[in-house]
């Protein structure tokens, strides 16, 4: 093999020594080459660094191999510049026995404690579950006595309440489901049995707040706004307390959303017998002051009494005249003297009659009796009271009738709460689900171990 050209060795030295060799070191190289001539060639390997110099081929003088990169020496004033490879990194058997132990610590130990609790000491849970949903029952009024039958029967109409069915399922996982649920069946007993681990296992000192979270971790509540169904499942640490919970939490949300819709009802019912009562009060009054005038004007009606009776006398004087001036024109027709006494007895009964009639015409202005206002006051002061007592009795009529509405409709349930998937009694446990929970901690510390890992490397190799 031919020597090499001096100038292709001079770039190839630049090249290798422009990795951060200063030329400070260079200088001292081509100083100490005649003994470096001596040393034996140096091969670059993971391990270190083997001189071969004195072994190179036939024909190639101090030639070195390191990694497959050919470097040969340069004359330059007839001095050799020995070129030295830079060193590898390398691997530390500290950091291996780091990382095995990081492993172990953050991987293995938390899965193998994840399964020695899942499988030895975590308690069977039990799911009671069920599917409801709040209709809202409107019944039509009819006002026809022959059709209230079928009004009864098909006078109704049903659709899905979006609002009660947001406001149950807040509720049935509330502090207030807690506390009726307390009441009722004493859920922490329940949940805080001996059997249960300590871990699933609820305090029975805990605050409301936290038997409040608590119940937030046991009882899931959706509502699919898509479908307008809800869904609820209870867990539990046996099969009858599932039931029972979930049972008894489904018939006070049924009880709930009663309450909230016949609340309004009972208010109306309140208002309808105040309304009642008013009129009453005014029909009272109203009566009061008709006998009142009835006992001063001495007439217990007026109209009948003092109107028709003077108009009927007044009907009779006046018939009366008529009679007595259609006699005195027959006698003077046939001739007689109007001196007569016939005549002029006729004509001082004809004067009679007209006084009279004057007289009864007169009492409608004003009677003559201990001073009594007129007839036409009395038949006006009786028409008002008449008219007031009238109102007032057609609106104690109307408010009775409103009042009976309104009881009926407090009576009537207008909110159901339909379980079209009631809940039943569980048979195996649901829960915990041991191989996937393992599964679970064995991949979360196994990903949080390799960036951690990741992280760390890099932040040593970035600081050497």
Same mark, same amino acid.
């Given at each position: 093999m031919a020597n090499p050209n001096p100038g292709k060795h001079l770039s190839l030295l630049e090249a290798i020594n422009s990795d951060g060799e200063s030329r400070e070191s260079r200088q001292k190289g081509e100083a100490t080459a005649g003994?470096?001539?001596?040393?034996?060639? $140096? %091969?670059?390997?993971?391990?270190g660094v083997v001189d071969?110099?004195?072994?190179?081929?036939?024909?190639?003088?101090?030639?070195?191999?390191?990694?497959? $990169?050919? $470097?040969? *020496?340069?004359?330059?004033?007839? !001095?050799?510049?020995?070129?030295?490879?830079?060193?590898? *990194?390398?691997?530390?058997?500290?950091?291996?026995?780091?990382? #095995?132990?990081?492993?172990?610590l953050c991987v293995v130990l938390p899965t193998v404690i994840a399964g020695v609790y899942y499988f030895a000491y975590a308690t069977d849970q039990y799911v009671a579950s069920f599917k409801f949903i709040v209709r809202d029952i409107s019944t039509s009024t009819s006002t026809s006595a022959a059709t209230d039958a079928l009004t009864a029967m098909v006078g109704t109409s049903s659709? !899905?309440? *979006?609002? @009660?069915?947001?406001?149950?399922?807040?509720?049935?996982?509330?502090?207030?489901a807690v506390q009726d649920l307390q009441n009722k069946i004493d859920i922490v007993t329940r949940y805080s049995r001996p059997f249960i681990d300590s871990w699933s296992r609820l305090d029975p000192s805990a605050s409301v707040e936290g038997i409040a979270?608590?119940?937030?971790?046991? %009882?899931?509540v959706e509502y699919d706004t898509v479908q307008g169904t809800s869904a609820a499942e209870i867990r539990a640490f046996t099969a009858e307390d599932a039931f029972l919970i979930?049972?008894?939490?489904?018939?006070?949300? @049924?009880?709930?959303?009663?309450?909230?819709?016949?609340?309004?009802?009972? @208010?109306?019912?309140?208002?309808?017998?105040?309304?009642?009562?008013?009129?009453?009060?005014?029909?009272?009054? $109203?009566?009061?002051?008709?006998?009142?005038?009835?006992?001063?004007?001495?007439?217990?009606? *007026?109209?009948?009494?003092?109107?028709?009776?003077?108009?009927?006398?007044?009907?009779?004087?006046?018939?009366?005249?008529?009679?007595i001036q259609t006699e005195m024109a027959a006698?003077?027709?046939?001739?007689?003297?109007?001196?007569?006494?016939?005549?002029? %007895?006729?004509?001082?009964?004809?004067? !009679?009659?007209?006084?009279?009639? =004057?007289?009864?015409?007169?009492?409608?202005? =004003?009677?003559?009796?201990?001073?009594?206002?007129?007839?036409?006051k009395i038949v006006a002061r009786f028409e008002e009271l008449e008219l007031e007592r009238v109102f007032a009795q057609n609106m104690l009529t109307s408010?009775?009738?409103?009042? @009976?509405?309104?009881?009926?409709? %407090?009576?009537?349930?207008? #909110?159901?709460?339909?379980?079209?998937?009631?809940?039943?009694?569980?048979?195996?446990?649901t829960y915990p689900r041991r191989s996937i929970s393992v599964l679970t901690v064995a991949g979360a510390a196994l990903l949080l171990w390799t960036i951690s890992l990741l992280l760390s490397r890099s932040i040593g190799e970035h600081l050497t």
């Open positions: 003994e470096s001539r001596e040393r034996s060639a $140096v %091969a670059y390997s993971e391990g071969r110099r004195e072994d190179a081929p036939a024909g190639v003088p101090g030639q070195t191999e390191a990694r497959g $990169v050919t $470097v040969e *020496p340069v004359r330059r004033d007839d !001095a050799v510049v020995d070129v030295q490879v830079p060193e590898l *990194p390398k691997r530390s058997h500290k950091r291996r026995w780091g990382g #095995l132990v990081s492993f172990i659709k !899905a309440s *979006p609002f @009660e069915s947001y406001m149950l399922v807040e509720y049935m996982t509330s502090r207030q979270r608590y119940w937030k971790l046991m %009882a899931r979930a049972e008894t939490l489904l018939s006070l949300g @049924e009880d709930l959303v009663n309450e909230m819709a016949q609340r309004p009802q009972r @208010e109306a019912v309140q208002y309808a017998e105040a309304e009642v009562k008013r009129a009453e009060n005014r029909l009272k009054t $109203v009566i009061a002051d008709l006998a009142a005038f009835r006992n001063e004007s001495g007439v217990i009606d *007026p109209l009948t009494n003092l109107v028709t009776s003077n108009a009927k006398v007044a009907a009779e004087l006046r018939s009366s005249m008529a009679m006698m003077k027709r046939q001739g007689l003297n109007p001196n007569a006494q016939q005549l002029q %007895a006729l004509q001082t009964k004809l004067r !009679a009659t007209e006084d009279q009639l =004057k007289e009864v015409e007169a009492q409608v202005s =004003k009677t003559k009796q201990s001073g009594n206002s007129s007839i036409a408010t009775m009738q409103t009042l @009976e509405q309104a009881r009926a409709n %407090a009576s009537a349930k207008r #909110l159901y709460v339909t379980a079209f998937v009631k809940p039943a009694e569980p048979q195996v446990s």
